[in-house]
């Protein structure tokens, strides 16, 4: 479901998207949204996943781990 905020006069009106028919390709697509219309798409299972995985990091701070490098510079 995706969310379309417009606006109209001084308010937003909200209105639902149901488009998995659209992306079926058994329903109308979407032809037209009225200037400044803003849509809200939400995230996947894998997007939602990903932003718990840094939450989850950035509590523990826990940025991977280094097991142990060396870097020689060389000048000519």
């Known amino acids: 479901r995706v969310v379309a905020l417009t606006p109209v006069g001084?308010?937003?009106v909200a209105r639902m998207l149901d488009l998995s028919a659209t992306?079926?390709?058994s329903a109308?697509?979407?032809d037209f949204l009225p200037p400044y219309t803003i849509l809200i798409v939400p995230p996947t299972a894998i997007a939602r996943?990903?932003?718990r995985s840094?939450?989850?990091r950035a509590i523990i701070g826990f940025n991977g781990i280094?097991?142990?490098s060396a870097v020689t510079l060389i000048q000519p």
């Open 10 to 12: 001084n308010q937003l």
């Open 23 to 25: 992306l079926k390709g």
């Open 28 to 30: 109308r697509p979407i």
């Open 49 to 51: 996943d990903v932003d």
């Open 54 to 56: 840094r939450q989850i």
């Open 66 to 68: 280094n097991i142990g």
